[in-house]
């Protein structure tokens, strides 16, 4: 079995109290089969054997329970749904937009009376969610979140500047708000702990026991060393097969573009005194981000640590997953900056830990769950458009992160403006930048690459990614040429017959 070492703060902890699980290694046959054992599986399992208490239900995680995004988040149990009420209510209507708001909001509500009464101890504290605005743009773009979140039943509050400072001693603060629908929660104790519940009431859970073919009725499972190239496998047949690999999914053959890996990296102090709460707040255990389009979030751990994190990690390219993603030392530390720029009072503290994890997303869409007709599968995705502030999800999972174009604010996401690039970088994002020949067709070509730093001497960079202009049609490229790329070559045409 492959036990890594504990990815996060949190695992750092869980996992020592936990003995390590025994892998499947013999075939079998259950009711239900939950592939991967993080929040989104264990939650399955849990409701389906609360509910069901004769169901034969099989957890299969390849690594330790918790190993993915389950155990390194931010530790928010939020409310948040990706897709705004009215983009539901545009879809579905307002009254569906109005119950998932509200079932949303059950949820947090839900997720504390589970760890009350299984006991998971997992720092629960419902505290609600600080958001501050540090300029006049971010405060005009809180109020109307406000208005828009009061629309679909939730509490939001407007904060004054004094109001703001209160829960969150941020420096320069200007307004702010303050929604009670979210709890304050140590990730690594409540994936433990929720395995623990779900083996109590049944459930077997598999730790070491990678899935490497997922069908209707049945899966794969590796046995043996891990890393062989051919492993030998061993079948587990079900009635139904939940697939809640989440960020892992690209891992599953055919599955390499179903959804965008995404990373997002965090950092934690030491154990700060009273003294220095004194100065920070978060009396309440509030969860907090500020007003930025850049993502941030934090929260006061129950060990007193300051935990925070933030979504400046790079796209990259086809959707890699590596372990090198997860640590990136210049995205580690422009967190510690951001962070003591927004707390002062941080200034001078140590930094213990830096982490990172993977999350999904598909561009404009939005996650729901329901069994697949005709089929023994669940899962699915409802299409939505714009995030809450207007602007899109994330990359397309065909289209590298520098071809997707911001439409709110006509910027390349995870690059410059638009403006800035010219022309050529515009042509990047339509038809002939998908589908055409030569480094067109992905990212930049060392072509390109190199025309861009030639513009940078000569000024000339202007006109695009690359200083020359890129002719129309069927390229083709010359190595050793000037140009780039040479004149279009003539597409070659069936004679039409008479």
Known sequence: MNVAAAPSLWLERAWPAVPPRPAQTAPETVDVVVVGGGLTGLWTAYYLVRDHPGLDVLVLEAERVGFGASGRNGGWCSALFPASGATLARRHGEAAARDLRAAMRATVREVGDVTAAEDLGCGFVRGGTVTVARSAAQLTRLHAHAVEDRRWGDATEVLTAAEARTRLAADGVLGGTWNPDCARIDPGALVTGLARAVERRGARVREGSRVVTLRPGAVDV???????????????????????????????????????????????????????????????????????HLIVYGQRTPDDRLAFGGRSAPYHWCSTVRPEHERVPRVHRALEHAVVDLLPALRGV????????????????????????????????????????????????????????????????????????????????????????????????????????RGARDGTAGRGLSAHPRPAGRLRRVPGARRPWSAPTPRRRAPRRA
């Open 222 to 292: 590796a046995v043996g060393p891990a890393g062989a190239p051919r492993p030998s496998t061993v079948t587990v047949r079900a009635r139904h097969v939940v697939r809640a690999t989440e960020a892992w999914t690209p891992r599953l053959p055919g599955r390499r573009r179903t959804l965008v890996p995404v990373y997002s990296l965090m950092v934690a102090t030491e154990p700060l005194p009273a003294s220095t709460w004194a100065r920070v707040g978060l009396g309440d255990r509030e969860t907090f981000t500020d007003g930025r």
């Open 350 to 453: 140590r930094f213990t830990h830096r982490w990172g994890r993977r999350a999904r997303r598909a561009a404009r869409l939005a996650r729901i769950r329901g069994p697949r007709r005709r089929r023994r599968r669940v899962g699915g995705w409802l299409r939505g458009r714009r995030r809450r502030d207007g602007e899109p999800r994330g990359p397309h999972p065909r289209r590298p992160a520098h071809r997707a174009r911001d439409g709110a604010h006509g910027a390349a996401v995870g690059g410059p403006p638009l403006a800035a690039l010219g022309a050529g970088a515009a042509a990047l994002g339509g038809r002939h930048g998908r589908r055409g020949r030569g480094p067109a067709r992905g990212c930049r070509g060392a072509a390109d690459r190199a025309a861009q730093s």
